[in-house]
């Protein structure tokens, strides 16, 4: 090796060893999961919501996937779309998953200003180049059967105008079991988690492709 190569051998080595653990973590292709309390694990330990066992099921892929969760308890669609510029910079996801609305629904904010709101995060998202998943919610009837139906239908209509993948109901397996939520009827269980889990997955693994 002549004293050219071995000098930028030593600069490159030297580089990789300087470089600090946050920017080889976000050198690992990144699921950022933008959500609210469903998604932050509310009134169980952290650890065992889905989003963490996400990370858990994702890092064992190859290569091994890392997952941000951005989740915050009573977050709105306005709130999500006001952190998420911010968020595609910092972590640059390959992979953008929104969780969100049912906060907005359960304040009664209209439906219209809710769908603009999601509009503009996978709009947001896309513009990233990240891809992006859409993750639905439904709402106890009681808030009307106009408003409930059109809340229902605004992910469908969401995900048809922007071609992104649909989750249609995250709770679909626990929402009418009663021993799988909690006792204010609204946020699952420990045990629902993994059910959760299994309902995200079969539209979140074919994003999962090896960036290029």
Known sequence: MGA????????????LMSASPTALATAQPTI?????????????????????RLA?????????WR????????ETTGGGLARLS???????PEVLIIELGGNDALRGYPIE???????????????????????????????GP??????????????????VPLVPFILEPVALTPEMMQSDGIHPTAEAQPLMLETV???LEPLLTPPS
């Open 4 to 15: 050219l190569a071995r000098l930028t051998a030593l600069f490159a080595l030297f580089a």
């Open 67 to 74: 997952v941000v969760n951005a989740s915050i308890s009573g």
């Open 146 to 163: 106009r408003y409930t139906r059109e809340f229902s239908n605004l992910f469908r209509s969401v995900s048809d105008q922007t071609e």
């Open 201 to 203: 997955w079969p539209h």
């Open 86 to 92: 911010a968020s595609l910079e910092t972590h640059d």
């Open 32 to 52: 950022l999961v933008l959500g609210d309390s469903i998604s932050a694990a509310y009134g169980i330990q952290r650890e065992q919501g889905w989003v963490s």
């Open 113 to 143: 200003r809710i769908r603009e709101n999601i509009l503009e995060m996978v709009a947001l998202g896309l513009q990233a180049r990240s891809q992006v998943l859409l993750v639905g919610m439904q709402i106890p009837p009681n808030y």
């Open 56 to 64: 858990e099921r994702v890092a064992g892929l190859s290569p091994p």
